[in-house]
């Protein structure tokens, strides 16, 4: 599969390994002509407000915005997880509001500048950098794993986010099944589908 990677700031290089790792092949993305035949999108994680800048000058969030929309298979991590989120808070930002969410920004504060830690039912590992939490999720939301009973996993149709950097773990399993419009890690990872308007 060819893997378009958000490459305008952030953590693209490691997503870059990863997706060699599991067999796919990967392009850059920087303009606009970048997007043309990719067939799966990641939002790598970074600087949120940075990148919505870098967006905007490369002319690149509208046309994201319609590639995303077309329902190609999407990761987003972190700051990729804020820029998709119905809600931005801590502070309030602009966003996609493709993913139906509301995140806080850096909501851990010091504590979890940068922490390794695996996610409440001990499945999934987790490598934390200056992470947003997400709050509430939306009822087409599915929840696949939480940290401290929040989600740090979470899918809707083919989007995938993630508020950890499942790029920099030695165990890149909760990537198998991303790209599948089945998500394999469904089951692994149970259930938990969130209702509108929880604040969890
Ligand atoms: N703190 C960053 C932001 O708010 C996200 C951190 C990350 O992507 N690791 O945009």
Same mark, same amino acid.
């Given at each position: 599969?060819?893997?378009?990677?958000?490459?305008?700031?952030?953590?693209?290089?490691?997503? &870059?390994?990863?997706?060699?790792?599991?067999? =796919?092949? $990967?392009?850059?993305?920087?303009?606009?002509?970048?997007?043309?035949?990719? %067939?799966?999108?990641?939002?790598?994680?970074?600087?949120?407000?940075?990148?919505?800048? *870098?967006?905007?000058?490369?002319?690149?969030?509208?046309?994201?915005?319609?590639?995303? %929309?077309?329902?190609?298979?999407?990761? &987003?991590?972190? &700051?990729?997880?804020?820029? *998709?989120?119905?809600?931005?808070?801590?502070?309030?930002?602009? /966003?996609?509001?493709?993913? @139906?969410?509301?995140?806080?920004?850096?909501?851990?504060?010091?504590?979890? @500048?940068?922490?390794?830690?695996?996610?409440?039912?001990?499945?999934?590992?987790?490598?934390?950098?200056?992470?947003?939490?997400?709050?509430?999720?939306?009822?087409?939301?599915?929840?696949? &794993?939480?940290?401290?009973? /929040?989600?740090?996993?979470?899918?809707?149709?083919?989007?995938?986010?993630?508020?950890? =950097?499942?790029?920099?773990?030695?165990?890149?399993?909760? *990537?198998?099944?991303?790209? $599948?419009? %089945? =998500?394999?890690?469904?089951?692994?990872?149970?259930?938990?589908?969130?209702?509108?308007? @929880? %604040?969890?």
């Amino acid at each position: 599969m060819r893997i378009g990677i958000l490459a305008l700031q952030g953590a693209f290089d490691a997503h &870059a390994r990863a997706c060699e790792k599991l067999g =796919h092949r $990967t392009t850059e993305i920087r303009k606009v002509s970048d997007l043309e035949g990719i %067939e799966g999108l990641i939002l790598p994680g970074g600087e949120s407000s940075t990148q919505l800048r *870098l967006l905007d000058e490369a002319g690149l969030a509208a046309p994201l915005a319609t590639r995303i %929309e077309s329902g190609i298979p999407v990761l &987003a991590t972190c &700051a990729g997880a804020i820029l *998709l989120a119905r809600e931005v808070r801590s502070p309030t930002q602009w /966003s996609f509001g493709l993913l @139906d969410c509301t995140i806080t920004r850096n909501a851990y504060g010091r504590q979890l @500048d940068s922490l390794e830690t695996v996610s409440d039912d001990g499945r999934v590992p987790l490598v934390f950098i200056r992470a947003p939490r997400i709050d509430s999720v939306g009822s087409r939301v599915e929840v696949l &794993a939480t940290y401290q009973g /929040s989600p740090v996993l979470v899918r809707q149709g083919a989007i995938t986010a993630a508020t950890f =950097h499942p790029e920099l773990s030695a165990d890149l399993s909760p *990537l198998g099944g991303v790209w $599948t419009s %089945e =998500h394999p890690d469904r089951n692994l990872m149970g259930r938990r589908g969130g209702k509108e308007g @929880d %604040e969890l």
